[in-house]
């Protein structure tokens, strides 16, 4: 009995030690991640250049130049200036009354094998590509192959609320469908309808009744033109813009890796610039899978604004705001923050690792196109854009 209670307390010295060990190694853990949590911040913070920001690729560091450029047509040196100055990383078209003043790269296109950007780089233009499809849209219609009144039943019959939504309200974003998740797996276009459709069957709004930028609506739309035109929308914009247009160095999807000068898309976050992930481009048919350049995108604002494209009927309709959000078919119309007198035109696109902006003024005189491979803080060129064409006022 006596033994059995030595050993009892024994036991219960035993156990008293248990707790405030297992409380020291919690502290010594706790302690650990801390240390070496700051460590590793402190080299991160050491790695940072210039605005913060190292390129880090496959575990290596590489270190941008805010001081590259290409050569190329430079004849605004304040404009150059500027662009220099803010670290812009991507290619410029500006034109100012019927003259191109920059026409130029700046920064690399690939920072790991430090090629620079220059006036033939492609970039994706993202959202940018709308503008493209609404343009053949109306050529479509046009011919007598489309109507803006027809309500989507007529290509789409099984796609819910198809009968109430017109095909003016995917030109406009007031069909009510909601936004929806892109970045799926490869898709074909019958089955992104079906995706599509599934997100369509509770609308956000009345067809008709609220603006709701969406990228389905553009989706559809370029789903109804192969149907009316019979051919793939990828061919008819090649055949119907593109070539007419000019445009010599654009494409869409992964075709951008095929050309001599193509850029890789990078994003700037806590300080670091890294490779992002990029949507299957099945997922963004017919409304962000087009790449092209700086220059080429000045030739198709020039196309639409001379007549190449479209009827002058046509172009009043694209280029009049439909909506509170002045949005008319594809394009922004003298936005609220964006434009200068006498007003102008805009497109804005942005992919993960891209951020573009297209923009011509009223009655064609200036053009300014930024199309950028780093994606960062910026959320739209539109400022930068803004203070170029008043830099452009200023001039004879």
């Known amino acids: 009995m006596r033994n059995k209670t030595r050993y009892q307390l024994r036991r219960k010295r035993r156990n008293q030690w248990k707790i405030p060990a297992i409380i020291c190694l919690i502290l010594l853990l706790a302690a650990f991640v801390l240390v070496k949590h700051r460590f590793a ?11 913060a920001a190292s390129v880090i690729t496959s575990g290596k ?8 450029t290409s050569k190329g047509i430079s004849n605004n040196d304040e404009i150059d200036q500027y662009l220099k100055k ?3 990383n991507g290619s410029a078209t500006i034109v100012h009354n019927g003259k191109v003043v920059i026409n130029k790269g700046y920064g690399f296109s690939n920072e790991r094998n430090k090629t620079q950007n220059n006036p033939d780089t492609v970039f994706y233009i993202g959202s940018i590509t709308k503008s493209f499809v609404a343009t053949a849209f109306l050529q479509l219609q046009e011919s007598g192959k489309l109507n803006i009144n027809e309500p989507l039943s007529n290509y789409l019959p099984d796609f819910p609320h198809s009968r109430e939504i017109k095909l003016y309200n995917l030109l406009t974003h007031t069909s009510g469908i909601p936004v929806r998740n892109e970045f799926g797996g490869k898709v074909s276009k019958e089955e992104l309808m079906r995706e599509i459709g599934v997100t369509a069957r509770r609308l956000k709004s009345k067809p008709g009744t609220r603006w709701e930028y969406s990228d389905a609506n553009y989706s559809v739309l370029g789903y109804v033109i192969e149907k009316a035109s019979g051919m793939p929308l990828h061919q008819y914009i090649k055949e119907h813009i593109f070539n007419v247009a000019g445009m010599t160095h654009s494409g869409f999807g992964e075709d951008l890796n095929k050309e001599k000068y193509h850029s890789t898309g990078y994003r700037v976050k806590m300080g670091i610039i890294f490779t992002p992930k990029l949507q299957d481009f099945s997922q963004v048919f017919g409304c962000g899978d087009i790449y092209s350049t700086a220059y080429d995108l000045y030739k198709f604002d020039h196309a639409l604004q001379s007549g190449k494209l479209l009827s002058h009927k046509s172009y009043l309709q694209m280029f009049t705001p439909k909506t509170i959000s002045q949005y008319g078919y594809g394009w922004y119309i003298n936005r609220k923050g964006w434009s200068v007198p006498p007003g102008n035109y805009s497109s804005h696109g942005v992919l993960p690792g891209w951020n573009g902006m297209n923009s011509y003024s009223k009655g064609g005189k200036d053009y300014v196109v930024l199309i950028s491979n780093i994606q960062n803080s910026v959320r739209s060129y ?3 854009s803004k203070k170029i064409y008043t830099m452009l006022l200023t001039e004879n």
């Open 382 to 384: 539109a400022p930068i």
């Open 61 to 68: 560091t590489y270190h941008p130049s805010k001081k590259i």
């Open 41 to 51: 911040t402190h080299l991160v913070n050491k790695r940072n250049v210039e605005n």
């Open 86 to 88: 803010i670290h812009f």
